[in-house]
């Protein structure tokens, strides 16, 4: 059984940074796509990022791109976000997301690509 434990969350000011981590246990995460997702109050969880199990390719949400970046370490079974220039519409609940397919060639970018989640670490950034 794959899990998945985050850290890392906080309160924050506005253009102050963030990096959040992912580890994982019980799976074969260095041959599995990793995701990053949010949900913010009242609203759906939505894409963040995505990385490829090789670390070799990422893909971002528009919201982001720029500012967050998405890398992992195979070694220590380990996905990281480091959020920089953070502002408050950025405030929301991360989780954690693994792919349940390995070796896949393309980077998911909805909830139903992957299959593992973890249980979510509060992202605030306050004004």
């Known amino acids: 059984q794959v899990q998945l434990v985050e850290s890392g969350g906080g309160l924050v000011q506005a253009g102050a940074s963030l990096r959040l981590s992912c580890v994982a246990s019980g799976g074969t995460f260095s041959r599995n796509n990793m995701g990053w997702f949010r949900q913010a109050p009242g609203k759906e969880r939505e894409f963040v990022a995505a990385?490829?199990?090789?670390?070799?390719?990422?893909r971002y949400a528009d919201s982001v791109k720029g500012r967050f970046t998405i890398s992992r370490d195979n070694a220590k079974n380990t996905v990281y976000l480091q959020m920089n220039s953070l502002k408050p519409e950025d405030t929301a609940v991360y989780y954690c997301?693994?792919?349940?397919?390995?070796?896949?060639?393309?980077?998911?970018?909805?909830?139903?690509?992957?299959?593992?989640w973890g249980q979510g670490t509060q992202v605030t950034v306050s004004s």
């Open positions: 990385i490829k199990w090789s670390g070799s390719s990422t």
């Open positions: 997301a693994a792919d349940r397919s390995v070796l896949r060639t393309v980077l998911i970018q909805t909830l139903r690509g992957y299959d593992y």
